[in-house]
């Protein structure tokens, strides 16, 4: 059992990360139809910064609590995890992420056909190239935090998560009108599957897995202490 434990850390971490992040969308979608105000975009970021932030102080000293594809693949390219091991975390992601989807779609059905469960979808008169571009941008900061506040030794104990937290609540907030700030492929995958919407999908992949590996490839070369 002690083998799977961090796979079923970053299940149960990205499973969180959908169902209170997408979730999020899904309320504010019908607090708004019900005549409310809703929690709109800042009430948005504010769900997926501290999802995140609880997952990584809860689940961090099992898994690392990657909970994302896109810095899983920056540890990988950077030799901090093996590729064997790498792919069973992503895939433990998107198994997290499917299944968050899939309950938000049991408790808000009227949420499929309209928000689609909170996928992250581009905003109107978005190209694919910006699409791609804001998604590597603020996922090069998320993976550059994640290496110098989580990875680091140098860096001060116990408060990685709050700022990977902070920053995800940054992204999210500037990214939020032209991609919705995704950051992660499984946080726009799980809530894809279970909606049956993929438009623009690939900027969800390609623009955070390019804008980690390049984080962390800078951070390793650059910023990280040289052994010997």
Not at 58 to 65: E, T
């Given at each position: 059992?002690?083998n799977?434990?961090?796979?079923?850390?970053?299940?149960?971490?990205?499973?969180?990360?959908?169902f209170?992040?997408a979730g999020s969308v899904?309320a504010?979608?019908?607090?708004?139809?019900?005549?409310?105000?809703?929690?709109?975009?800042l009430?948005?970021s504010?769900?997926?910064?501290?999802v995140?932030?609880t997952m990584?102080y809860?689940l961090?000293?099992?898994s690392g609590c990657?909970?994302?594809p896109?810095a899983?693949?920056a540890f990988?390219v950077t030799k901090r995890?093996?590729?064997?091991?790498a792919i069973?975390?992503?895939g433990s992601q998107?198994?997290g992420?499917?299944?968050?989807?899939?309950l938000?779609?049991v408790?808000f059905?009227?949420a499929?056909?309209?928000v689609h469960?909170?996928?992250t979808?581009?905003?109107?008169?978005v190209t694919?190239s910006?699409?791609?571009?804001?998604?590597?941008?603020?996922?090069f900061?998320?993976?550059?935090v994640?290496f110098?506040?989580?990875?680091?030794?140098?860096?001060?104990?116990?408060?990685?998560g709050?700022?990977i937290?902070i920053?995800?609540l940054?992204?999210?907030?500037?990214?939020?009108?032209?991609?919705g700030?995704?950051?992660?492929p499984?946080?726009?995958?799980?809530?894809?599957?279970a909606?049956g919407?993929?438009?623009?999908?690939?900027?969800?992949?390609?623009?955070?897995v390019?804008?980690g590996?390049?984080?962390?490839?800078?951070?390793?070369?650059?910023?990280?202490?040289?052994?010997?």
């Amino acid at each position: 059992m002690d083998n799977y434990r961090p796979y079923i850390a970053e299940a149960l971490g990205t499973f969180a990360l959908v169902f209170v992040g997408a979730g999020s969308v899904c309320a504010d979608y019908v607090l708004r139809q019900n005549g409310g105000a809703g929690v709109g975009l800042l009430g948005i970021s504010i769900a997926f910064g501290l999802v995140v932030t609880t997952m990584v102080y809860a689940l961090g000293y099992i898994s690392g609590c990657h909970i994302n594809p896109a810095a899983t693949i920056a540890f990988w390219v950077t030799k901090r995890i093996e590729a064997n091991k790498a792919i069973f975390y992503i895939g433990s992601q998107l198994a997290g992420a499917i299944a968050g989807g899939y309950l938000l779609g049991v408790l808000f059905p009227q949420a499929i056909a309209t928000v689609h469960l909170g996928v992250t979808s581009l905003g109107k008169g978005v190209t694919l190239s910006q699409g791609m571009l804001m998604e590597f941008i603020i996922t090069f900061f998320l993976v550059l935090v994640i290496f110098a506040t989580a990875v680091d030794q140098r860096a001060p104990k116990g408060f990685a998560g709050l700022a990977i937290g902070i920053v995800i609540l940054f992204g999210v907030m500037v990214g939020g009108p032209i991609t919705g700030g995704s950051m992660n492929p499984a946080r726009t995958f799980g809530p894809a599957v279970a909606s049956g919407f993929y438009e623009h999908h690939l900027v969800y992949w390609v623009g955070p897995v390019l804008g980690g590996m390049v984080a962390g490839l800078l951070y390793e070369k650059v910023f990280a202490e040289k052994k010997g």
